[in-house]
T-cell receptor
Framework: EAGVAQSPRYKIIEKRQSVAFWCNPISGHATLYWYQQILGQGPKLLIQFQNNGVVDDSQLPKDRFSAERLKGVDSTLKIQPAKLEDSAVYLC????????????FGPGTRLTVL | AQKITQTQPGMFVQEKEAVTLDCTYD???????LFWYKQPSSGEMIFLIY??????QNATEGRYSLNFQKARKSANLVISASQLGDSAMYFCAMASAGGTSYGKLTFGQGTILTVHP
């Protein structure tokens, strides 16, 4: 069974530029999560999708961050414009359903904003 | 709101010895799940073990066991017979059963484990 795929693995941009990250969850997983992990901290949830609908985006900085999951499968997270404090690893995770059990994580995208 | 506290920024252990990583949590939910994840320097999050709030027995997965003390709101991870490959960052996390946050993972700050030969 293929795991959660993310691309790119690394991205370096200058502040005020735009960037997009892509995530393909495990086949059949209805729930998809985007987490932000700043260096030295635990991951923090940005947004949670159930199929193609947003369940929780309370911690997403909506003035600059957006995310979509149009067909209920893969998802894109965008930052426009980027700030220095957006430098982090962006982790995508999926689970079969909204569950209290295991979420499967992708390898992450490491973003550096200069 | 849920909160996870890991009070050990770093831990050292000798190879083949056991080590306990501490985790306390705070939640008003009756139903929740507790997790431990391992994050090596490569960055991926590797699931280790899960404990449900209604599970009466402590969870075990190979060399990993979770010491669940519900009244004290603690969920410590015990790694037996440490190996050099266990050197990594370890995160305790909790999944909430409340409202729109159902399934959302709240993570602690992490503990860096170093295994010495």
């Amino acid at each position: 069974e293929a795991g959660v795929a993310q691309s790119p693995r690394y991205k370096i941009i200058e502040k005020r530029q735009s960037v997009a990250f892509w995530c393909n969850p495990i086949s059949g997983h209805a729930t998809l999560y985007w987490y932000q992990q700043i260096l030295g901290q635990g991951p923090k949830l940005l947004i949670q999708f159930q199929n193609n609908g947003v369940v929780d985006d309370s911690q997403l900085p909506k003035d600059r961050f957006s995310a979509e999951r149009l067909k209920g499968v893969d998802s894109t997270l965008k930052i426009q414009p980027a700030k220095l404090e957006d430098s982090a690893v962006y982790l995508c995770a999926s689970s079969l359903v909204r569950t209290l059990h295991e979420q499967f994580f992708g390898p992450g995208t490491r973003l550096t904003v200069l | 709101a849920q909160k996870i506290t890991q009070t050990q920024p770093g831990m050292f252990v000798q190879e083949k010895e056991a080590v306990t990583l501490d985790c306390t949590y705070d939640t008003s939910d009756q139903s929740y799940g507790l997790f431990w994840y391992k994050q090596p320097s490569s960055g991926e999050m590797i699931f280790l073990i899960y404990q449900g709030s209604y599970d009466e027995q402590n969870a075990t997965e190979g060399r990993y066991s979770l010491n669940f003390q519900k009244a004290r709101k603690s969920a410590n991870l015990v790694i037996s017979a440490s190996q050099l490959g266990d050197s990594a960052m370890y995160f305790c996390a909790m999944a909430s059963a409340g409202g729109t946050s159902y399934g959302k993972l709240t993570f602690g700050q992490g503990t860096i484990l170093t295994v010495h030969p």
